[in-house]
């Protein structure tokens, strides 16, 4: 099975996608997901000029191969750029491969391990009233586990909570709500102002709030986006267990690995990390030393589904979980693989779903359901995702970025 042609499809319906599809000699074509979001060129340009030329010719069914000859080959090793791209080839490889055998790829990953992957979406509101109606929104959609995001008094547009009718705000399609887009198209990034001690202030009480009015049961995730100091997210974590949250995730900028040490000692609050992680390499002493309860890697840009099935074999020694990232900047390429994936792994905790504007269901056409409150893959041979050219021709590439974010002092701050 040689690989004859390898294009990649920048597109932009509704956001901007990276998308690599890799064609063998029968004519079959395998699609992976390169969209690292803000950087979108940065990938697409990585793999034409200097993925492409090396994938020609070689036989598409060497999967892991493939994976050594481009992670070793480059030197140059990891970096969200590298993985990614790397992502997008396993990803096309692995599709064509399970269209070669004609299953769908669960079960060339072991399969069905479940019916489908519990999802959480994006409950978020600048206010109580507003954050109230965006939970019963969901439920009343069928999800069954939600993240909750608020704005902070005294602060503007913070991450996470989407704004009315703004630009970018929540959109509907016949009725269906689908999230907010934090990239912003534009030449440069929005500024946003942030103050920890106000948001530390204010959160807990959100969560107090949110248990009274929906009760004990339903499961409660927050993300935090880095932001916080060691001692400022152990001192989150201690005041939110009485909320029993799912998670509480990226606590910190967690490049430093071992602060987390620090984080742990003080919370039983479950923690989840490594949206921006792209390699085993960066969970290694969070696993060995049971630092985190859930792995946020997605696999478009953690290696692929070679990259991250390795991380969670890993993870699971450790009763480690799944916890896929899965925004709108994940492309619906990047989320089938979650989806086959996290229905095949022993170790799979819960998936993120964020809903795709309409537009880009009309240039990806993926056989993903969502159904009592999970993403259920297709039975057809491979991801089950089609790309349409002709519709992603009418959606040319825009630049955006994601907002940065300052303190009230103005210094640059983790967004
Ligand atoms: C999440 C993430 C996203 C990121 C986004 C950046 O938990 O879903 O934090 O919202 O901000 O993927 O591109
Ligand atoms: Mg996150």
Redesign the pocket.
């Known amino acids: 099975m040689k690989i004859t042609g390898a294009e990649v499809l920048v597109s932009s319906p509704g956001r901007n996608f990276v998308t690599l599809r890799i064609t063998v000699e029968d004519g079959t074509t395998g699609l992976g997901d390169a969209t690292l979001?803000?950087r979108e060129l940065a990938v697409a340009a990585y793999l034409s000029e200097h993925l492409v030329p090396l994938l020609i010719g070689r036989d598409a069914h060497a999967i892991e191969d493939t994976w050594q000859y481009l992670y070793r080959g480059a030197y140059w090793r990891r970096g969200p750029v590298t993985m990614t791209a790397i992502a997008a080839v396993d990803t096309a490889l692995w599709d064509l491969k399970a269209k070669a055998a004609g299953l769908p790829l669960y079960q060339l990953l072991g399969g069905r391990s479940r019916e489908g992957c519990l999802v959480y979406g994006h409950a978020s509101g600048a206010g109580l009233p507003q954050l109230f109606d965006s939970i019963t929104e969901h439920l009343e959609q069928g999800y069954r586990a939600i993240r909750i995001q608020t704005g902070v008094p005294g602060l503007g547009a913070v991450?996470?909570v989407a704004g009315g009718a703004a630009p970018g705000g929540p959109g509907r399609d016949g009725g269906i709500r689908y999230d907010y887009e934090?990239?912003k198209r534009g030449p440069l990034p929005a500024e946003e102002a942030w103050d920890t001690r106000a948001y530390l202030r204010h959160i807990p009480g959100v969560f107090e709030a949110v248990r009274n009015e929906f009760g004990p049961e339903l499961p409660l995730l927050h993300?935090a986006?880095h932001r916080l100091t060691p001692i400022q997210a152990a001192k989150l974590g201690k005041s939110l267990e009485p909320y029993d949250l799912f998670w509480l995730?990226?606590v910190t900028p967690a490049e430093n690995q071992s602060v987390l040490r620090r984080v742990r000692e003080h919370t039983t609050t479950p923690l989840a990390i490594g949206?921006v992680f792209n390699t085993i390499w960066d969970y290694r002493e969070l696993f060995e030393e049971q630092l985190i309860d859930y792995v946020?890697s997605p696999i478009t840009h953690a290696g692929g589904i070679t990259g991250l099935r390795r991380i969670l074999d890993y993870a699971s020694v450790y009763q480690i979980k799944s916890g896929v990232?899965?925004?709108t900047?994940v492309s619906p390429v990047g989320l089938a693989a979650a989806i086959h994936l996290g229905v095949a792994i022993p170790n799979f905790g819960i998936q993120?779903y964020?809903r795709h504007s309409a537009a880009t269901g009309e240039v990806f056409r993926s056989e993903i359901r969502f159904s009592d409150g999970m993403l259920v893959p297709g039975t057809s041979p491979g991801l089950g995702v089609d790309y349409d050219d002709v519709v992603a021709a009418a959606h040319p590439y825009e630049a955006a970025y994601?907002p940065v974010n300052r303190l009230l002092d103005g210094s640059m701050h983790d967004w």
């Open positions: 979001n803000g991450y996470g934090p990239a993300d986006h995730e990226d949206e946020r990232h899965g925004p900047d993120e964020m994601l």
